[in-house]
């Protein structure tokens, strides 16, 4: 697709610019951190992981689509079905493959070395759905290539879900408040704002479900699903415990290096 970096980018821009402006009139919360000091090394991630990506798959995911749809390898590819149908089957299947690669991050103690970099940010906003370490993306990047072979997707899938998939990471940790007569129906559908943040709870109970990035109905089928934080909404204490200072969350340097360093000890109240 001749335009799809460009689609891309476009759309990662006008959703980011969207929702940071939507932040800054009608914020949730307030950060506990001056922003510039997250959004410098939220950003560098995201420069980082950008990198990455170039590096493992040059071409972007599409040619291993193009590789798959040429060897006729892939569910999609033997199964004869409309072209839409298989677009939509993707979209859908891919989300369940980042649902269940995000619950492995939390569960396998390596891996969760990596992705506690994203938990450590102790507030959540927009900038916070671009916060993951170069090294899970670029493990992200191989299940997802791994994904698309095997399944055969379509091309025009990948364009569809690597879209929604950033739209909805920058959505869903937006610092914003939905009103409840739109907020109940839509996390019937998609992750909200208010379901996610309950991912972001200090309580691990509460961290250890609502894995969900896009469909909500992931987390209802695999009972990983927290509908209320203990606390409440209000009294929801976001980030992680072992990184509750700015010396241990914020700073280049400090969260490029955080999978490596040894987990400090909680400092009791």
């Known amino acids: 697709m001749q335009n799809e970096v460009w689609l891309r980018m476009g759309s990662f821009i006008l959703v980011l610019a969207l ?23 939220n950003f560098f991630l995201v420069f980082c992981g950008a990198l990455v990506g170039r590096l493992i798959v040059p ?19 033997v199964v004869a079905m409309p072209a839409w149908l298989a677009i939509a089957l993707a979209v859908v299947a891919l989300d369940c493959l980042i649902y269940w690669q995000h619950r492995v991050f939390h569960r396998v103690p390596i891996l969760w070395r990596l992705h506690r970099v994203h938990h450590a940010d102790p507030h959540l906003d927009a900038s916070t759905g671009l916060r993951f370490h170069p090294i899970e ?16 997707v379509p091309i025009e899938a ?4 690597e879209i929604t998939l950033n739209a909805s990471a920058i959505f869903n940790h937006s610092n914003i408040k939905l009103p409840n007569w739109l907020e109940k129906p839509l996390r019937k559908i998609i992750v909200t704002q208010a379901m996610h943040r309950i991912h972001h709870s200090q309580v691990v109970k509460e961290t250890d479900s609502n894995f969900g990035f896009c469909l909500s109905v992931w987390d209802r089928v695999f009972a990983s699903y927290t509908h209320r934080a203990k606390e409440g909404d209000d009294g929801l204490v976001l980030g992680l415990k072992e990184y509750n ?3 241990r969350n914020t700073g280049i340097g400090t969260v490029l290096l955080m999978p490596f360093r040894k987990t400090p000890k909680v400092k009791e109240p």
Request: proline fraction near 3%; hydrophobic fraction near 55%.
């Open 19 to 41: 929702m940071m402006i939507w932040e800054a009139m009608l914020p949730n919360r307030t950060s506990p951190v001056a922003s510039r000091k997250r959004w410098l090394s």
């Open 59 to 77: 071409a972007g995911l599409a040619v291993v689509a193009i590789l798959a749809d040429k060897h006729q390898f892939g569910l999609l590819n």
């Open 137 to 152: 993306i670029g493990l992200s990047i191989v299940v997802k290539a791994v994904g698309i072979y095997l399944l055969g």
């Open 158 to 161: 990948i364009l569809i879900f």
């Open 245 to 247: 200072t700015e010396n």
